[in-house]
């Protein structure tokens, strides 16, 4: 399982939700090929990463297209270090994207959107779509994080080089008591918590959750 990083710039709730990736690794795009992100007009920053689902399709964070018009957005993958323009980068303008229709601005539940690039992806090692699993299950163990998230809340930008992590997955009850009422965790929400090597939203740094918005 995959992770997208993600970015609330404008808050939730009142709140500033911020992602990073804490005591992550430097990772080849080979190992997470399905990994990219996107970007605005010709600012070469990261607006929000994306994972892709298909030659056209890839999938984002329902707040990172709001108010936005697909014609200014480009997805980018193939790239491992953002300061560099890679041989293997594969950059492509969005054609149209959908917002899940149960998504709202006042919530962080479904926060999911789907985007269809202009043009199909060309896919080799350094760039495919992710794998599903075959028939529903039910998520335990471990899984792996992925982006350019902050290594810290202090930082001014994004790590330059994709990063990867991984934490193991904790019950929801487990999970409630580690935010301490600063977020209703639902049934339909993944959590997972290792001390040290963390994704965190807001500045809660001793809170070191995962929250994966699931939808119903």
């Known amino acids: 399982m995959s992770i997208t990083e993600t970015v609330y710039p404008l808050g939730i ?7 990073k990736i804490a005591g992550g690794l430097n990772t080849e795009i080979t190992s ?10 010709s600012s070469p920053n990261i607006m929000c990463g994306a994972t892709i689902l298909s030659s056209l399709v890839i999938l984002t964070a ?7 018009t697909a014609s200014s957005l480009t997805f980018v993958a193939g790239d491992k270090q953002i300061s ?12 149209h994207f959908h917002l899940y229709e149960k998504f709202s601005s006042r919530s962080p539940d479904n926060d999911i959107a789907v985007g ?9 090692q350094h760039v495919s779509s992710i794998s599903f699993p075959t028939e529903p ?12 998230g902050k290594a810290n809340d202090n930082d001014d930008h994004y790590q330059d080089i994709l990063q990867s992590a991984k934490l193991p997955i ?11 009422g600063d977020l209703k965790v639902k049934d339909t929400f993944i959590c997972a918590y290792k001390a040290g090597t963390d994704t965190c939203y807001g500045n809660y740094t001793s809170t070191k959750i995962l929250r994966v918005i699931m939808t119903q």
Not at 32 to 41: D, N, R
Not at 137 to 148: P, Q
């Open 84 to 95: 560099i323009q890679e041989e293997t980068e594969q950059r492509i303008r969005l054609s």
């Open 137 to 148: 299950r039910s998520y335990n163990g471990v899984v792996t994080i992925s982006g350019w």
């Open 13 to 19: 709730g009142g709140r500033q939700w911020k992602f």
């Open 116 to 124: 269809v690039l202009s043009s199909k992806l060309s896919f080799n």
């Open 32 to 41: 997470m090929p399905f990994q990219g992100y996107l970007v605005e007009g």
């Open 62 to 68: 329902a707040h990172c297209l709001v108010n936005k």
């Open 170 to 180: 904790v019950s929801v009850a487990n999970c409630t008591k580690l935010w301490r």
